[in-house]
C-alpha cells in the first residue's frame, strides 16, 4: 500500500522539486504563527528547524494516516537573521548588506510516517554573492521581484547570475527543499520512489 503524501506548503518552489520526481502529492497549509516564533530569539539552526517541524504537525492533525513533509528556510548573516524583504526598498537594502559577502541559508526538513514517526534534517549553505552596485540591484529587483524570499533573490531565476560561489550537500536545499535527504528518508522507510513502484508491487 503506498500512503499518501502531503506537503507543508504552499511554495511553487518546494511543490516543484517533488514533480521532478514524480512524487504524487497533496498540498495543505500549515497554519503557524511564524512571526511569534520568530521574536522568541532562537538561533538560526533551531529557528529553522522548529519551524518546518511546527508546520509539519500542524498539518499532521488533519492528515494522520499521510507521510507528511514539511520544511522552513532560514537566511542569517553576520549572526543577523534575514527576513523576507517583502517591499522593493527593503530588498534592496539586504542585497546591499549581502553583496560581496558570504551568508548561510539554513534548510530544514521534517517528515512524519503514520507507524514509523518524525526525521528531520537540516541543511546548511554557504552562498557568497558578487560585489553589486546599487544600480544594478536595482535592476534585478525589477527583474525577479524576489520580495518573498529571504536574502532577497531567487536562485532558480535570475538571482543566480548574483551569486559567486555556493557550498552545499544538495543545491535542491538552497531552492526550498532538501531533496537528497528526503529521498534517503523514505528508502530508510523501506517506501520506493514512483518509478519502482511497479517493480514493487510486482513483489
Not at 112 to 137: C, F, N, V, W, Y
Not at 147 to 171: H, M, N, P, R, T
Amino acid at each position: 500500500m503506498i500512503l499518501p503524501i502531503v506537503l507543508a506548503s504552499g511554495s511553487p518552489y518546494r511543490q516543484s522539486l517533488l514533480r521532478q520526481i514524480h512524487m504524487p502529492f497533496e498540498v495543505a497549509i500549515p497554519d503557524v504563527n511564524e512571526d511569534a516564533i520568530k521574536a522568541l530569539g532562537h538561533s538560526p539552526e533551531d529557528l529553522a528547524l522548529i519551524l518546518a517541524k511546527m508546520k509539519g504537525e500542524s498539518v499532521l492533525r488533519s492528515h494522520p494516516e499521510a507521510i507528511v513533509i514539511a520544511a522552513d528556510q532560514v537566511a542569517h548573516f553576520n549572526g543577523k537573521i534575514l527576513s523576507k524583504p517583502g517591499t522593493k526598498d527593503r530588498a534592496q537594502a539586504q542585497l546591499e548588506l549581502l553583496q560581496g559577502g558570504t551568508h548561510e541559508l539554513l534548510t530544514a526538513l521534517w517528515i512524519h510516517h503514520p507507524s514509523k514517526g518524525a526525521k528531520t534534517h537540516l541543511d546548511t549553505a554557504r552562498i557568497r554573492l558578487r560585489s553589486l552596485s546599487s544600480e544594478t540591484i536595482s535592476h534585478y529587483l525589477e527583474l525577479d521581484q524576489p520580495y518573498d524570499c529571504a536574502g532577497a533573490y531567487k536562485i532558480e531565476q535570475v538571482g543566480l547570475s548574483l551569486i559567486q560561489e555556493i557550498q552545499c550537500a544538495d543545491f535542491n536545499s538552497v531552492v526550498g527543499l532538501p531533496m537528497i535527504a528526503l529521498t534517503n528518508c523514505l528508502r530508510e522507510w523501506n517506501l520506493p520512489m514512483p518509478f519502482e513502484w511497479h517493480e514493487h508491487q510486482s513483489h
